[in-house]
């Protein structure tokens, strides 16, 4: 069982900045992949960023490349999320998410995730 809270979500203008910070408890990060996930108003639930165990694999979605840093310190069981770039597309509701991991892999399909955070909110707007 692994718990996730989120927090660091805040409204903020175009061009900003935040960190979005992901406090697992439950299973060590050593053995988890992490996803961050987003769901704007209307629109369906889309991966961001995701770091495997080893935090030796990373992948983001192509509209977040070069804007987003996706991270993990293992002694402090937390992952982060550096949002730097942001436009009003950012907006949303982010979730992690995590998976007891088998292979040093992440995805970004929501559908291998078994536990959920209960978000944090992040709107970009002037």
């Known amino acids: 069982q692994m718990q996730l809270v989120e927090s660091g979500g805040d409204l903020v203008k175009p061009g900003g900045s935040l960190r979005l910070s992901c406090v697992v408890s439950g299973l060590p990060l050593t053995s988890s992949t992490i996803g961050w996930f987003r769901q704007a108003p209307g629109k369906e639930r889309e991966g961001v960023s995701c770091?495997?165990?080893?935090?030796?694999?990373?992948d983001y979605t192509d509209s977040v490349k070069g804007r987003f840093t996706i991270s993990k310190d293992d002694d402090k069981n937390t992952v982060y999320l550096q949002m730097n770039s942001l436009n009003s597309e950012d907006t949303g509701l982010y979730y992690c998410?995590?998976?007891?991991?088998?292979?040093?892999?992440?995805?970004?399909?929501?559908?291998?995730?078994?536990?959920w955070g209960q978000g944090t909110q992040v709107t970009v707007s002037s």
């Open positions: 770091i495997s165990k080893s935090g030796a694999y990373i």
């Open positions: 998410a995590g998976l007891n991991a088998v292979l040093d892999y992440c995805q970004l399909w929501d559908g291998v995730y078994d536990w």
